[in-house]
């Protein structure tokens, strides 16, 4: 019963996030400046063109109409059709999305395998020469952009030394640089969440009480103190991975992958308000369910944050 009511709780709070996003980004498109018909028309089109076009997109409409058809539209999964291509936003969307969401995914399993193992070393290990490693590791991949690493990368393992492709797509070699260059920085993040959470619960009671108890060293932290220490880990990668999917759009543009970084950069060169709306509520809504599973996560690895 209480894990039913914490999963409507969350599910409503989902719904409502979603809401205020697309209002939001409703509004916001609207006050840029520019014409959209006059960037499908050109220079040269008549004021009958130009608002035959804005006939046809809609926007000739009061604001208020403007808003409740798209808010229509949503409620059928209906992002619209790109201005310049004229094909539905979703179905361009969901051709790009594959890419997109492999790398990410792998991005975050390249950050978790080095900082949780780095993270719970550096805990047990405190003030030792891996703990100074880690923080210093965690320093680097905050301060080092990661389009300036993977341009780095590049140069170093697709140019100097030929092991990577150095531009395409298609193979899981084309998306290790990409995901090495998002994966670092996350790594960082994570590491210091893992190595924080890790110190916090070898100092718990229960540590203390399963030592005196004559447990090993190894099973107290490794089995007892870092399983519980893997609850704040999974919530801060779960949102990490959100992130992941807008830092996507500088990294797919330094290594020319068509995901849904390139497809939402056209947009913005091309003005293609349509296509940038649709885009970032679907982003939005991407990362707002990844946060949502994680909260029903947390809540199956720890119960009582369903009591609570």
């Known amino acids: 019963m209480n894990f039913a009511l914490f999963f409507l709780k969350r599910l409503l709070r989902l719904l409502a996030t979603l809401f205020l996003i697309s209002t939001i980004v409703f509004f916001v498109i609207r006050v840029i400046p520019g014409d959209p018909a006059l960037v499908i028309a050109g220079i040269d089109a008549s004021p009958g063109e130009i608002e035959a076009i804005r006939a046809t997109l809609g926007t000739d409409k009061p604001l208020a109409a403007q808003y409740f058809s798209w808010m229509g539209s ?75 690493l993977g341009i780095i990368l590049l140069l170093i393992f697709a140019v100097r030394i030929p092991i990577f492709p150095l531009f395409g797509s298609g193979t899981l070699a084309h998306l290790i640089l990409p995901a090495l260059s998002l994966g670092f920085a996350r790594a960082a993040v994570i590491l210091r969440i893992t190595r924080a959470a890790m110190v916090e619960e070898l100092g718990k009671e229960y540590i203390i009480t399963a030592r005196a108890k004559g447990l090993t060293e190894k099973l107290v932290k490794y089995k007892h103190a ?18 992941m999917l807008g830092g996507a ?53 720890n119960p009582r944050i369903t009591l609570e």
């Open 74 to 148: 949503l409620l059928r999964f209906d992002l619209g059709e790109s201005l310049m291509t004229r094909q539905p936003v979703m179905k361009l969307i969901l051709q790009r999305l594959p890419l997109t969401l492999s790398l990410a995914f792998l991005g975050i399993i390249i950050g978790m395998l080095i900082a949780v193992p780095l993270g719970v070393l550096s805990a047990v290990k405190r003030w030792s020469f891996w703990d100074y490693f880690g923080m210093a590791f965690s320093q680097a991949g905050i301060a080092i952009p990661s389009f300036w």
């Open 226 to 243: 870092l399983k519980n220490a893997m609850i704040p880990v999974i919530t801060i990668s779960g949102i990490q991975f959100g992130y």
């Open 249 to 301: 759009i500088i990294i797919e543009q330094v290594f020319s992958l068509p995901g849904l970084g390139r497809l939402f950069l056209t947009g913005i060169y091309q003005r293609d308000f349509t296509l940038i709306q649709g885009g970032v509520v679907f982003v939005a809504a991407v990362f707002s369910f990844i946060n949502f599973l994680v909260d029903i996560l947390y809540s199956l690895l």
